[in-house]
């Protein structure tokens, strides 16, 4: 080799963009949900360590959404359900929130470049705001259904 970073295998995606991030979630959110039922969860822990890849690398959770809604795959078969699109997003954003609260209490963030932004201040924001940042879906109304649904 010349010395540099090893080759990555040719057709996979590259972990180290939002796009490249997002076709993971993408085709593990799916296998993660078919396989749910039979109490294998390698799939799902594949999808939460994409995601806080993602949240390590400062990507935040509308960019990897408007990411999704664009990945060609359908690993489903199909386009995936309103309800299941919402539900990709509520997985997603517990886990970033997840990685917020650990990373607070310890004391340090530890991923490569800044964090994003503390979740609850984007969930926070006018939904103006939101709209002009591409995130026309209403991720935020979204993400508060869940919550509330989840009580």
């Known amino acids: 080799?010349?010395?540099g970073k090893p080759a990555r295998p040719e057709g996979l995606p590259d972990g180290k963009t939002?796009?490249?991030i997002a076709t993971i979630l993408e085709a593990t959110f799916v296998h993660a949900c078919m396989e749910m039922g039979?109490?294998?969860v390698d799939t799902l822990k594949l999808f939460i360590a994409s995601a806080v890849a993602g949240y390590d690398q400062g990507f935040t959770?509308?960019?990897l959404v408007l990411e999704l809604g664009s990945v060609g795959t359908q690993t489903a078969g199909r386009p995936l359900a309103r309800d299941e699109v919402e539900l990709r997003t509520l997985w997603l954003s517990l886990v970033y929130m997840t990685c917020?609260?650990?990373r607070r209490k310890s004391g340090g963030g530890?991923?490569?470049g800044a964090p994003p932004p503390p979740l609850c201040s984007f969930l926070e924001r006018p939904l103006h705001l939101w709209e002009t940042?591409?995130?026309s879906r209403g991720f935020r109304s979204c993400f508060l259904h869940w919550c509330v649904?989840?009580?």
């Open 149 to 151: 649904r989840a009580k």
């Open 110 to 112: 530890g991923g490569v």
């Open 61 to 63: 959770v509308p960019a």
């Open 38 to 40: 039979t109490g294998y």
């Open 133 to 135: 940042e591409g995130d």
């Open 1 to 3: 080799g010349s010395g």
């Open 100 to 102: 917020q609260q650990v």
């Open 18 to 20: 939002p796009g490249g």
